[in-house]
């Protein structure tokens, strides 16, 4: 169990190195001094209170929020140095779902799915429309899915899109914002063994931002909880269960907890 992996930044292990990051919004501090990893291959689930800044650290790090300190690097390069054609080269190596699935409204499935594709150089037309139809029924959506617009979808359904779009560039990384919210536990469950498949079968490495203890028990490998403003630990459910301090102990204690462990066994 720790607070973040080596320290030497160099770990070849890491897709993911989060060094003394501080981030706020004017005066509101949100991290400070937050040292995160997340290991190739692993699924690291991403918990904490309400406003512990998860969905922050997750836009930090693929770049769409500065940081005011710190050190982000993932796949060994240091996000804020980067610009131009070697900010999108990175870009291309993960992949995004955001909370909602924020689809283009406008576009049907396929279309959504094909837009991170019309970046690459050199496909047809046919190809970009085939490799989007693949991405879709990855996400375990049925074919006829792809001409259907978002308004038309299930919640659970526009998640599977957002995913599917996320795995357009084929991927090492995946960010994934709490993917079960909003699911009947029925959903929830389907979704959580897609996510542990397509890992297997992808060898993704996932950065999982949840509420959801069930998916914690089914999906994740490591798990780190965001607390006074950083990492305050991170390691296996059966580490967490042993951390003595008073949200991680109610987190991984109460009630709720307790039904998620029995379900599992
Ligand atoms: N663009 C922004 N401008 C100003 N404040 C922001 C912005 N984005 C987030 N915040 C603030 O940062 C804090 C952390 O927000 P964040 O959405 O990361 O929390 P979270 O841990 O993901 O919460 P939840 O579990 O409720 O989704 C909140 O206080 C939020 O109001």
């Excluded at 909880?225 to 042993?242: D, F, I, W």
Aim: proline residues 4%.
């Amino acid at each position: 169990m720790s607070g973040a992996g080596n320290g030497d930044g160099k770990d070849p292990e890491n897709v993911i190195e989060v060094r003394g990051l501080r981030t706020q919004f004017g005066s509101n501090v949100i991290h400070d001094g937050l040292d995160l990893d997340l290991r190739r291959g692993e699924i690291l689930g991403v918990v904490g209170g309400s406003g512990t800044g998860k969905s922050v650290l997750l836009r930090t790090i693929v770049g769409l929020i500065r940081p005011a300190a710190g050190k982000v690097r993932v796949l060994g390069q240091d996000v804020g140095q980067l610009s131009g054609a070697a900010r999108e080269a990175l870009e291309r190596r993960w992949g995004v779902m955001f909370q909602d699935g924020a689809l283009f409204s406008s576009l049907t499935v396929q279309e959504n799915v094909e837009v991170p594709l019309r970046a690459v150089p050199g496909l047809s037309d046919a190809q970009r429309e085939a490799l989007a139809q693949l991405k879709v029924s990855m996400a375990g959506l049925p074919w006829n899915a792809n001409a259907k617009y978002p308004s038309d979808l299930s919640g659970g359904m526009r998640k599977r899109a957002g995913l599917a779009r996320a795995l357009a560039l084929d991927p090492e990384i995946v960010f994934l914002d709490e993917p079960t919210a909003g699911l009947d536990p029925i959903g929830a469950d389907a979704f959580d063994r897609l996510i542990v498949g397509l890992r297997d079968a992808l060898n993704l490495s996932v950065f999982l931002v949840t509420h959801d203890l069930d998916t914690l028990h089914a999906c994740c490998d490591r798990i780190a909880v965001l607390a006074e403003k950083r990492v305050l630990v991170t390691g296996t459910m059966a580490e967490m269960l042993k951390v003595d301090h008073p949200w991680v102990h109610e987190y991984f204690h109460g009630p709720r907890a307790r039904a998620a462990m029995t379900e599992k066994g």
